[in-house]
């Protein structure tokens, strides 16, 4: 946490194994800086007597965990019956007529083996008219059924689910997860309170946003009203152990059920539906028996191990003041602590 350039300026830690948290710690500060200076390559400290410790319930932009709770909304609709897994999209959204056209399936969103490309600049769009037609419009580039991670997947699971539950993706979260979870301080923002993220000027960002808190920091979910389904999110990480206590537990966390354990299973065993699986490159040691997470760009992560009943996630502002390319060491670090500590090693 210090330095020029410290991994993050604030973290928070949350472990631990069945209904039992064994480490809950935070460090740093939530806001550290006020601006970025170029010249320098260091963030403009602010007088300490101004700067916002890091706790352990200070929520965070959560980043790509979102797509997360996006794979367990249309996981409670396959449930349902209102889709199939393996439906093609353009049964459902006919409009989108490039997946259509292409044979574009939920499980190929879920696995991110639609072929479609990562991203596309719709922040740079001049309406959300422009948005949507370009999202429409969008063909697959790769070779489906071959891993690519794409934004573009939740982004077109979030528009299907919308259309065949007319209700919003917020309402999907809040009325599926976080309300009967009892998940108080996870949902779209704004979120005043948040730890403090960047988006100094280009080339460090895609818009020229400046330092920003409690506001959406992927241009696009920002572009979109903060409500989108690969970002947009804030949480914290006592209500993250939440969510993953629940899913180790086949989909119930006290009287309430979100899900049952076999949609669970599916969505924790590889491929993993909107989960990755055994990835040691921010797992560490816990990766090899079929531990399940993901991770956001903005220094968050989620680690599960359904052979355990483990549960770790760590909560950073690595993009404080300013984004740099990702640096997983301290996440594989903290994977491969748990994961000894279990081996007792």
Same mark, same amino acid.
């Given at each position: 946490m210090s330095g020029p350039h410290p991994w993050a300026a604030g973290v928070v830690v949350v472990a631990g194994r069945g209904p039992v948290i064994a480490v809950a710690e935070a460090a740093g500060w939530a806001v550290r800086y006020s601006a970025y200076d170029e010249r320098t390559d260091t963030g403009v400290e602010l007088p300490p007597a101004a700067r916002v410790p890091m706790t352990v319930h200070t929520p965070f932009d959560i980043a790509s965990l979102t797509k997360l709770f996006t794979a367990t909304c249309v996981v409670q609709q396959l449930e349902r019956g209102t889709l199939g897994i393996d439906a093609r $999209?353009? !049964?459902?959204?006919? *409009?989108?007529?490039?997946?259509? %056209?292409?044979? @574009?399936? @939920?499980? #190929?969103? &879920? =696995?991110?083996t639609s072929g479609l490309r990562p991203e596309l600049p719709l922040y740079a769009c001049a309406s959300d008219e422009e948005r949507l037609r370009l999202l429409r419009a969008e063909a697959p580039v790769g070779v489906p059924g071959t891993y690519c991670y794409s934004d573009l997947n939740p982004l077109i699971? #979030?528009?299907? &689910?919308?259309?065949?539950?007319?209700? =919003? &993706? *917020?309402?999907? $979260?809040?009325d599926g997860i976080t309300r009967p979870l009892g998940m108080t301080s996870t949902s779209f923002g704004p979120c005043p309170g948040a730890a403090a993220t960047a988006a100094p000027r280009r080339p460090w960002a895609k818009a020229n946003r400046g330092m920003l %808190?409690? $506001? @959406?920091? *992927?241009?696009?979910a920002w572009a979109l009203g903060g409500v989108a389904g690969h970002a947009g999110l804030f949480a914290t990480a006592h209500d993250l152990a939440v969510f993953g206590r629940t899913l180790l !537990?086949?989909?119930?966390?006290?009287?309430?059920?979100?899900?049952?354990?076999? &949609?669970v299973e599916l969505m924790l065993t590889a491929p993993g539906l909107g989960f990755a699986v055994d990835q040691p490159w921010f797992m560490g040691e816990l990766a090899g028996k079929g531990a399940a997470g993901h991770t956001g760009f903005t220094g968050t992560s989620l680690v599960l191990d359904p052979d355990t009943g483990t549960f770790l996630v760590l909560l950073a502002n690595t993009v404080h003041p300013r984004r740099r390319p990702a640096d997983n060491r301290l996440r594989v670090a903290a994977g491969t602590r748990m994961a000894r500590a279990l081996r007792g090693t």
């Open positions: $999209v353009g !049964a459902y959204l006919p *409009d989108f007529r490039a997946a259509a %056209r292409h044979g @574009v399936t @939920v499980r #190929q969103l &879920l =696995t991110h699971l #979030q528009h299907l &689910l919308e259309r065949v539950t007319g209700r =919003t &993706l *917020d309402v999907l $979260v809040r %808190r409690g $506001v @959406v920091h *992927d241009e696009n !537990a086949g989909g119930s966390y006290g009287p309430a059920r979100i899900l049952g354990p076999d &949609l």
